[in-house]
Nanobody, 122 residues
């Protein structure tokens, strides 16, 4: 069993930055960030393999968001720059302890955090 705890969400103006963190209770293989806006389905934002050798991003966040991880701390990060109102959502951390091929699909992940709210005002 893996526990995931997100932090770092908040309210920011458009164009601003936030860094999300996700602390895992144990080592994991792939980790990712998903988000869910009101009335919408949960969508993939970014994912990374255990050593960062493979990363994947939602097209609309490429060049603005950066996913990284510190395996010594079992912690995943999402640096979000140039935030837009459409980035407003609850952001969820996800993890899996086995090798997966597709980082960008919900079913690749077995463990989920509780979510952290990100609100971007215009």
């Amino acid at each position: 069993q893996v526990q995931l705890v997100e932090s770092g969400g908040g309210l920011v103006q458009a164009g601003g930055s936030l860094r999300l963190s996700c602390a895992a209770s144990t080592r994991t293989y792939a980790m990712g960030w998903f988000r869910q806006a009101p009335g919408k389905e949960r969508e993939f934002v970014a994912g990374t393999s255990w050593n960062g050798g493979r990363t994947s991003y939602l097209n609309s966040v490429k060049g603005r968001f950066t996913i990284s991880r510190d395996n010594a701390k079992n912690t995943l990060y999402l640096q979000m720059n140039s935030l837009k109102p459409e980035d407003t959502a609850v952001y969820y951390c996800a993890a899996v302890t086995k090798v997966v091929v597709l980082l960008s699909i919900l079913s690749s992940y077995d463990y989920w955090g509780q979510g952290t709210q990100v609100t971007v005002s215009s």
